[in-house]
């Protein structure tokens, strides 16, 4: 109720936290788990947080500037129209992959995330020409891929 962790509780067993906010109505999210506790964690992101404001405080750059790299990806499918094209034309694969290939169940799914690697450089938010609808179309039809083929 008063924004402290509640004592008398066991300790999680992933110290790791996230905090989720809006500014100027963009979602963020800061997550960090590089410490064993959680207080040690949140102290971390308490401290990065006081760092982007002495940032703009100083007007190197704006808060929104500084925080572009955090922001809040769109959970899969969430608010992203499904593509109706099936995974083997989205990673362009031939239709009859794996067909005569003769590859193992190994050697399929090793292709299948050889492929995602090589499409991700293009189709990532962070990459040129890139964007979450097309990273998240490709992510869908890797597992979809992997999920016919492999499981």
């Known amino acids: 109720m008063d924004g402290r962790p509640r004592s008398g509780q066991a300790a999680p067993h992933d110290p790791g936290v996230c905090v989720y906010f809006s ?15 959680v207080e040690q964690n949140i102290a971390a992101l308490a401290a990065h947080i006081n760092a982007t404001r002495a940032i703009t ?15 809040a990806l769109p959970p899969p499918g969430g608010g992203v129209q499904t593509s109706n094209r099936s995974w083997r034309e989205i990673m362009e694969f031939p239709p009859d992959f794996p067909g005569h290939l003769g590859l193992s169940v190994e050697g399929i799914e ?25 990273f998240t179309e490709l992510t869908a039809a890797r597992d979809a891929a992997l999920l016919e083929l492999v499981k």
């Open 23 to 37: 500014l100027n109505g963009r979602p963020y999210a800061l997550a960090c788990d590089t410490y064993t506790k």
């Open 57 to 71: 405080r100083h007007g190197v750059a704006s808060a929104e500037d500084t925080l572009q790299a955090f922001s």
């Open 110 to 134: 090793g292709a299948i995330r050889d492929r995602f690697r090589s499409l991700s450089r293009e189709r990532h938010p962070d990459a040129k020409g890139g964007s979450a609808e097309a």
